[in-house]
Antibody, heavy 122, light 110 residues
Framework: EVQLVQSGAEMKKPGESLKISCKGS????????IAWVRQMPGKGLEWMGI????????RYSPSFQGQVTISAEKSITTTHLQWSSLKASDTAMYYC???????????????WGQGTMVTVSS | DIVMTQSPLSLPVTPGEPASISCRSSQSLLDSNGYNYLDWYLQKPGQSPQLLIY???NRASGVPDRFSGSGSGTDFTLKISRVEAEDVGVYYCMQPQQFTFGPGTKVDIK
């Protein structure tokens, strides 16, 4: 079964660092880009960025450039989303997603992780 | 930047009746290859988003045929021929050229 399994919920304080993960299985991990999507409480979906696990080529949405880092570890078929200094405004659910097509297909994201809730509060 | 708008933002529906959601883009999503790069997603309460329609009118695997997508260029429509109770949630259109989601349309039962 093709799936993306994300790491568990996190509670952090402002200023702390954090890395969450998304593990792919059931398919050729390096053949599909993986995207990260933010959903703040009660709000809509926002693209953060997308990474090619094959060579770690990463594209960020302008809103998130410099705010987060997306990375990939091919050996463990996992992508990561990390913050160096969290803010209360980073409180949100974060999803990873994979498109139905490989290569440079960046549309039709049909595989989604279950989401990771990140809560940042003092 | 490409701006996506949806209407209505809230849609009370009656089971068995049809429903329609509009999505408009500030720039054409029609590529030179003839494809419209517009996806539709449904996020059911408490769940991850799920793909319904891609390339404007192609139903994703496992999506009931009561869902259909149409449109080209800047104007797109998602139609549900006969709404079922399980169709409640927030519907988003998304253009993958600049990775922009629409604001979402909340569908619930009257």
């Amino acid at each position: 079964e093709v799936q993306l399994v994300q790491s568990g919920a996190e509670m952090k304080k402002p200023g702390e660092s954090l890395k969450i993960s998304c593990k792919g299985s059931g398919y050729s991990f390096t053949s599909y880009w993986i995207a990260w999507v933010r959903q703040m409480p009660g709000k809509g979906l926002e693209w953060m960025g997308i990474i090619n696990p094959s060579d770690s080529d990463t594209r960020y949405s302008p809103s998130f450039q410099g705010q987060v880092t997306i990375s990939a570890e091919k050996s463990i078929t996992t992508t990561h989303l990390q913050w160096s200094s969290l803010k209360a405004s980073d409180t949100a659910m974060y999803y990873c997603a994979r498109p139905r097509g490989g290569a440079s297909s960046w549309y039709a994201f049909n595989i989604w992780g279950q989401g990771t809730m990140v809560t940042v509060s003092s | 930047d490409i701006v996506m708008t949806q209407s209505p933002l809230s849609l009370p529906v009656t089971p068995g009746e049809p429903a329609s959601i509009s999505c408009r883009s500030s720039q054409s999503l029609l590529d030179s290859n003839g494809y419209n790069y517009l996806d539709w997603y449904l996020q059911k309460p408490g769940q991850s988003p799920q793909l319904l329609i891609y390339l404007g009118s192609n139903r994703a695997s496992g999506v009931p045929d009561r869902f259909s997508g149409s449109g080209s260029g800047t104007d797109f429509t998602l139609k549900i021929s006969r709404v079922e109770a399980e169709d409640v949630g927030v519907y988003y259109c998304m253009q993958p050229q600049q990775f922009t989601f629409g604001p979402g349309t909340k569908v619930d039962i009257k």
